[in-house]
């Protein structure tokens, strides 16, 4: 098992370009997660889906869009990229909400992308 | 709003001591709590998870306690290694309004550093 993975895992962008990033999970999970990690400010969600088809807006969602086509990719895309959104992306995914089934309430992690705005 | 606090921000002890880090949350109407590691450069990989009804969980040299009335839980490091090093983040789990999920708020983290 490959678990999360990022594609890709640095990019650098002008500002007013678009990009998406792509986050792939191997282990069957219905939920899954972007957060941004900025120095001083900890992890933040973005944006988050409860199963294939469905998204949901998190605490920082303005300037971001994501789609949920498969099980097992979770798209973010950034349509027009300003330098607030320099940032470390990760994405995250669970089989279970917390509170359910607790042995499978974890989040996993992908390693992230390094996302740099000019 | 929920707030995660973690003290100290950063920590530098020699190798075999014993160590505790410390999160506190301003809200204790939470689900659960998550210690995850994260090394420079890399994801966050989970530790521990202790439900809301739970007190303390155990993993090997790692042992974190939940009082979800004063809002606090510490993680507890026995016999320190220099593998040990890295940065330590607390995550309270709060009710997403669809699907029935849950959402993570992270404290900033305390960097550990323990010295051969």
């Known amino acids: 098992n490959a678990g999360v993975t990022q594609t890709p895992k640095f990019r650098v962008l002008k500002t007013g370009q678009s990009m998406t990033l792509l986050c792939a999970q191997d282990m069957n999970h219905e939920y899954m997660y972007w957060y941004r990690q900025d120095p001083g400010m900890g992890l933040r969600l973005i944006h988050y889906s409860v199963g294939e088809g469905t998204t949901a807006k998190g605490e920082v969602p303005d300037g971001y869009n994501v789609s949920r086509l498969k099980k097992q990719n979770f798209l973010l895309g950034l349509e027009s990229a300003a330098p607030s959104q320099t940032s470390v992306y990760f994405c995250a995914s669970s089989y279970w909400p917390f509170g359910v089934q607790p042995l499978k309430a974890e989040q996993f992690f992908g390693p992230g992308t390094r996302l740099t705005v000019l | 709003k929920q707030e995660v606090t973690q003290i100290p921000a950063a920590l530098s002890v020699p190798e075999g001591e014993n160590l505790v880090l410390n999160c506190s949350f301003t809200d204790s109407a939470i689900y659960n709590l998550q210690w995850f590691r994260q090394d420079p450069g890399k994801g966050l990989t989970s530790l521990l998870l202790i439900q809301s009804s739970q007190r303390e969980q155990t993993s090997g040299r790692l042992n974190a306690s939940l009082d979800k009335s004063s809002g606090r839980s510490t993680l507890y490091i026995a016999a320190s290694q220099p593998g040990d090093s890295a940065t330590y983040l607390c995550?309270?789990?709060?009710?997403?309004?669809?699907?029935?999920?849950?959402?993570?708020?992270f404290g900033k983290g305390t960097k550990l550093t323990v010295n051969p």
């Open positions: 995550a309270v789990s709060l009710p997403l309004t669809q699907g029935g999920s849950e959402k993570l708020v």
